[in-house]
């Protein structure tokens, strides 16, 4: 590989590795898709109605799980995760800081608190020992974040949950398709909740999916998802004779239409495709970056019975080995037009937490660690070989540059 220096770079008016710009995690919509929304908007329904239902349904058999509810987005999903528990002001509730603001955001939302608790600095993961340390006879419930798509250790979290009497709701936004001891994600906890943004493994441009065994919470999410009303609108809609529907609880609008859920049908049935790119393309960025000076990565069970799903694929910069921060190494990839992305500045770091709970940075110093030298690549089955290759090329060109 060619020798870069400070002034080859991009940023400092060198030739870019690429003409044009490599977004982070463009989606793979295919001519499926296409025909299938145009099918929908066609027909009269484009409201919550029958494709929603048949995604429901075929998504449920994908992960295991009984029941699965489609939402408006995964950030809904985990409100009513939390509402249809009964969590509210004066309970806690224990997660992870290395996370999207929406995993504690709901929890404040219904007026609990969020216990966070320091991360394992391998798996990048919620540590189990934490969430003991952190029990009180106030906590309620456990939500941990599969990060990157690399399951928990869900063994030992189910066994505190279990000791402790917990409700486990899983944000498993970026864990479509992860298996954990040959179950898959959305089979294993209380309630499950995935994320269908543009970014992730599938897509219904914005939308979410609840899993669960349990029947009385399958209800109960279709009622909070709607208004409260206990008759979803595709069941008052396609009668001829009236229905009435009693508002039993102030729910919300948080129902997926069938023109999303259009695009969910076809996203999951080609989502194993999907799994398998992100593997090939990940296994050539494993081969390039395992061993390469000042930069660690996720561990990726070996196991086949582990499936990280790779909705990411960070780089973790031993900073001391770089003349640049990790926001200027970041800056200079999107200059070389490499979509790299950050996931996540520790949550304790955002002003609205560390102002409510008066943290300081060092309060968890793994997370807090992470969360100032990690970044994300670009990673999606939208991308070709070539533009794998420029990913090698742009993250060597800038390493290279700012190495001590
Ligand atoms: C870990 C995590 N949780 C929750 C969410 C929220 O997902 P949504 O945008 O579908 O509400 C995201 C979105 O990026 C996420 O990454």
Known sequence: MKKYRLQDLALHNGTPVRQTFLPFGAPQIGEQEINEVVDTLRSGWIGTGVKTHRFEQQFAQYVGAKYAVAVNSCTAGLHLSLLVLNIGPGDEVITTLLTFAATANVIEHVGATPIFVDIDPLSLNINPQNIAAAITERTKAIIPVHFGGLSCEMDAIQSIAHQHNLTVIEDAAHAIGTQYKGQYVGSISHLTNFSFYPNKNMTTIEGGMITTDNEEWDDLLRVYRLHGLNRDAW??????????????VAGYKYNMTDVQASLGLHQLSKLEQFL?????????????????????????????????????????????????????????????????????????????????????????????????????????????????????????????????
């Not at 069941?235 to 039993?248: D, E, H, P």
């Not at 200027?328 to 949550?347: K, M, Q, T």
């Open 235 to 248: 069941k008052r809609f396609n009668t001829k004779r009236l229905t009435i529907s009693n508002a039993t």
């Open 276 to 404: 398998a790119i992100r593997e090939q393309y990940a296994q050539i960025f494993d081969q390039a970056f395992a061993g390469m000076r000042g930069v660690r990565l996720q561990p990726r069970p070996i196991v086949d019975q582990n499936r990280h799903a790779l909705h990411l694929y960070v780089l973790i910069l031993e900073l001391e080995q770089f003349s640049a921060s990790r926001n200027e190494i970041i800056d200079a990839l999107l200059a070389e037009n490499i979509g790299a992305a950050l996931h996540y500045r520790a949550l304790h770091t955002h002003p609205f937490y560390k102002n409510k709970y008066g943290f300081q940075p060092q309060d968890f110093p793994i997370a807090y660690r992470i969360g100032e030298s990690i970044l994300s690549l670009p990673l999606s089955p939208s991308m070709s070989e070539g533009d794998v290759q420029d990913v090698l090329e742009g993250v060597h060109k800038v390493l290279e540059a700012y190495y001590c």
